[in-house]
């Protein structure tokens, strides 16, 4: 029994630092599917296309009759489920709304109008770092960032950010395997949950009476086609944006720079471009995205693949990391480079459910990475590899330890 | 800067629209208009709109000086 053993593999915890090796092995076997767990696809081809089959339910209803797996999540906030974890119809319905608080055609700027906000955070975080020559960049730059965005974005006044950053510790840590299990930790997260609700169920309320230029406003007030959104489905689709556009945006930007410092020569022309943070940050979705599994699919009919029917009702893992890295598909896959001509990865998914906050985690993770070049000066890691979280689906260091000659 | 968005290849991701909104609008929910000859101060927010479409339906003329030409110094 060759396989045996490949998802057990894919979990634990000694592969963190470099699955990539157990990818290629996977990949020898594009479907996999070992004793009653999960159907796993590992090719790039056959992730793409099963992102767009509509045969393929991101219900959290049926994988909870799926049963659950070693990967299953689910949100815990105690509010009704997410667009993420919805199929159409209700999933359109709930992500056009939010789009037209977000994205074109309804607010075509509120992200790049974000652009030198966003420049202002990133100054006053490294200039925060003080008179030192060694940080920690999870702790000290990448966590802090998101929140901040998330809040403007929403439209949290300056004054509670602080309260506000002091329940999405918690709950973002709860998110990890680690941390789950002391009672302790989860109670902590519960009752940071239970505030953060009762927070934002009251700045909605407020901004149902005196609409702002935020998102909360545009969500409470939304008077298109589709209608409003109660206040629940405001709840939940705030609590999405921060919760799915934390942890991956700072693995994103942690992931960005350890890649970086063992590419020193790339680093360098970065410091010089600015430019070319464009690219890296593309090629970085490719190379070492910030989810690299999607785990919560199941299939709502028979479906043939490569020859193999995967039953109905089976539970799906697409591998986007392994297929990011399909040289079916790409030229020299297992190489960082920001150069190559064609990035075209899974790293934000595809089709209905492709990343919500794409455009932001891009602008947000192209200007940290191109201050961070600029004002680091002569910047190396301390240790290689880092250590990493539990979590092998949202997988990036906890701790990136950097010494550095000077601050800029 | 001339440009081209193969409408064949446009799942109406919106990306573009995002990054570089003077060239590039969402016409209802999924379709797109854009500026074929985008002006010059838009370079910057063009190239970033290229290198982001997911499914690389966009062509752009004369992006690429700034980056394989020069270096990075007269890329603006």
Known sequence: MPHASMLRQITDFANRANPYPIYEEL????????????????????????????????????????????????????????????????????????????????????????????????????????????????????????????????????????????????IVAGLDPDTRTSAESERVAQEARLQLGLYLNGLVEQRAREPRDDMLSDLVNSRGPDGAMTTMEVLSTAVLLLIAGHETTVNLITNGMLTLLRHPEILERLRNDPGLSVRIVEEL???????????????????????????????????????????????????????????QHLGFGSGIHSCFGAPLARLETQIALAELARRLENPRLVEDPPPYRQNAVLRGPRHLNIAFDNLR | MRLVVDLNKCQGYAQCAFLAPDVFAMHGEESLVYNPHAPEEQRERLARAVAACPVQAITADGLDDSRDGGEASDAR
């Open chain 1, 27 to 170: 990949r020898r076997t594009p479907v996999l599917h070992e004793e009653d767990g999960p159907y796993v696809i590992s090719s790039y081809y056959d992730i793409e296309a099963l992102l767009h089959d509509p045969r393929i339910s991101s219900d959290a209803a049926n994988q909870t009759a799926a049963g659950d797996d070693e990967l299953s999540q689910s949100e815990g906030t105690g509010l009704p489920p997410s667009f993420i974890r919805l199929d159409p119809p209700e999933h359109d319905r709930l992500r056009r709304i939010a789009n037209s608080s977000f994205g074109p055609p309804h607010r075509p700027r509120r992200i790049e109008s974000m652009r030198g906000e966003l420049g202002e955070i990133v100054t006053g975080l490294i200039d925060g770092l003080g008179d030192t020559r060694q940080i920690d960049l999870v702790d000290q730059f990448a966590y802090p960032f998101p929140v901040t965005v998330i809040c403007r974005l929403l439209g949290v006044p300056r004054e509670d950010e602080p309260r506000f950053r002091a329940w999405v510790d918690p």
């Open chain 1, 285 to 343: 979705l490719r190379y070492e995205p910030p989810v690299q599994i999607v785990p919560q699919r199941t299939c709502i009919t028979d479906i043939e693949l490569r020859g193999i029917t995967i039953p109905k009702g089976s539970r799906i893992w697409l591998m986007l990391a392994a297929g990011n890295r399909d040289p079916e598909r790409f030229k020299d896959p297992e190489r960082f480079d920001p150069d190559r001509e064609d990035i």
